[in-house]
């Protein structure tokens, strides 16, 4: 198995490798690892990659996934253009 | 020296504060935080670094500290890069009362050293050609403003203070401190009990409620402030483009994706952080009416962040008067993460007891706010 070779956030081309690099630094939750790898922050906002990181998180870590935090979801839901928010709030 | 440090607060100012007394030799330190890396103020901030100021103190401040951020990656030896991008804020004036004030700036900014200048409107236009020329009537800038990444820049401190001997306590909440004889004793968190020699409060957003541990008023209070992300584009807007008056700050990172922040009116005080459609809706009519361009663009998130805000919007860096040994470094209004490596040097100052190089100390005083109601306030703020 290449790590560098397993895509786990396909947004942000995060790859398996990169993932055990960082939590072998010491970035042991979802959110400190967005904010150093980019996972999750990407057009699918970890809708994809969550749930697999969450869980390759704990398995690394050898814990049960329950005592790994989910991702913390923000809005939007999904992307739209400033300009459609902006002509909608002028009515 | 084998006094025990403890900061509060592992942000910016607490990393940094850690990086220059380790680097001064101090052996004991240790830095508490409740969160997880970079949870707080921090890494929700805009990510920008300016020396356009309004005040001699900021001004001193911003632009030593760009002094450090352009050499950080190899002073801090760090094994990334702090994406430090230097390709200028332009702040638009958009009424005569703004040109003029603008005018005072660059002149007191150039005083200091700051290669910062008034652009005419066709100027401004050059460097951000999709700029609504309707929009504004004049602009200053400074190249070597920019972007820097707060995640990168604070790993950076953060790794440099690892391998001097700091030892940082994440996930660990300062519940008391214990003072007796005018000096806090000890720092009690819901791990343990710690004798201390120096505390430090470098705790954001929550630097109020510390002060209250120690006893100590500190006349600072929080403040939600949103923000926005874009989808990640080809890259089309060099500078950071920011107005006071219309309320916006607005740049595309390295990555692509375009950062806008705005302060929302009468937000109340307090650590809510939450992300609003307010802000969404005001946000989007203020970057469609200046950057129409930009507009085009679609959103993928909104978060929001503490503000942590003093009477004249300036930093307080300054030891309490009523105890020995308990520093702060807060206050910021927004601009911490900027002034950061500042922070560091010039509590370092303080804790050796010695004069400062970079500005007189007097300036950063908490003592400054006392018996006054008035206060020279930092304009140049969003």
């Given at each position: 198995m290449d790590k560098t070779k397993i895509m786990m956030c396909r947004c942000e081309d995060v790859t398996l490798a990169d993932l055990h690099q960082k939590i072998d630094e010491g970035y042991h939750t979802f959110e400190d690892l967005k904010r150093l790898l980019r996972i999750g922050m990407g057009p699918c906002q970890a809708n994809t990659c969550g749930h697999l990181i969450q869980r390759e998180l704990a398995s690394y870590l050898k814990k049960?996934?329950?005592e790994t935090r989910p991702h913390k979801s923000r809005p939007v839901i999904q992307g739209i253009s400033l300009e459609a928010i902006a002509k909608e709030a002028k009515k | 020296m084998n006094r025990r440090v403890a900061i509060i607060g592992a942000g910016i100012s607490g990393v940094s504060i850690a990086y220059h007394l380790a680097k001064e030799g101090m052996k004991d330190i240790i830095v508490f935080d409740k969160g997880y890396f970079a949870s707080g103020a921090t890494g929700r901030c805009g990510a920008g670094v300016r020396q356009q100021w309004g005040t001699e103190t900021n001004c001193i401040l911003a632009k030593r500290s760009m002094e450090f951020f352009e050499k950080a990656d190899e002073i801090l030896e760090y094994d990334d890069t702090v994406e430090l991008k230097q390709e200028g804020y332009l702040i638009l004036a958009t009424t005569e009362e703004e040109v003029e004030d603008f005018q005072k700036n660059v002149v007191l900014q150039n005083s200091l050293g700051i290669p910062s200048r008034v652009l005419t409107k066709e100027e401004a236009l050059e460097i951000?050609?999709?700029?609504?020329?309707?929009?504004?009537i004049s602009a200053t800038f400074c190249p070597t403003d920019g972007h820097l990444n707060p995640f990168k820049m604070t790993e950076a401190y953060y790794k440099a203070g690892q391998r001097m001997g700091v030892d940082f306590h994440f996930f660990e909440e300062v519940l008391s401190l214990t003072v007796s004889d005018n000096k806090v004793t000890e720092v009690i968190t819901d791990k343990g009990t710690y004798t201390v020699d120096v505390v430090i409060n470098a705790a954001g957003g929550y630097s109020k409620e510390i002060g209250d541990l120690a006893g100590i008023n500190i006349p600072v209070y929080s403040e939600n402030h949103e923000i926005l992300v874009t989808e990640p584009v080809e890259q089309l807007q060099g500078p950071m483009v920011m107005s006071f008056s219309k309320n916006i700050y607005c740049q595309q990172v390295p990555h692509g994706s375009f950062l806008m922040g705005r302060t929302t009116p009468n937000q109340p005080k307090g650590h809510d952080i939450s992300s609003s459609w307010q802000f969404l809706d005001a946000m989007s009519q203020t970057v469609c009416e200046i950057m129409p361009l930009i507009g085009k663009l679609s959103l993928v998130r909104q978060w929001g962040g503490s503000y942590n805000i003093s009477p004249d919007h300036q930093p307080i860096i300054s030891r309490a008067e009523e105890l020995t040994n308990f520093y702060m470094a807060c206050?910021?209004?927004?601009?911490g993460f900027m002034l950061a490596p500042m922070t560091g040097e010039i509590m370092a100052d303080l804790i050796f007891n010695r004069p400062s190089s970079v500005i007189d100390l007097s300036e950063l005083?908490?003592?400054?706010?006392?018996?006054?109601?008035e206060f020279d306030i930092e304009k140049s703020v969003v």
């Open positions: 049960p996934v329950t | 951000v050609p999709h700029l609504n020329p309707d929009a504004f206050g910021f209004s927004g601009h005083s908490i003592e400054r706010f006392k018996g006054k109601t």
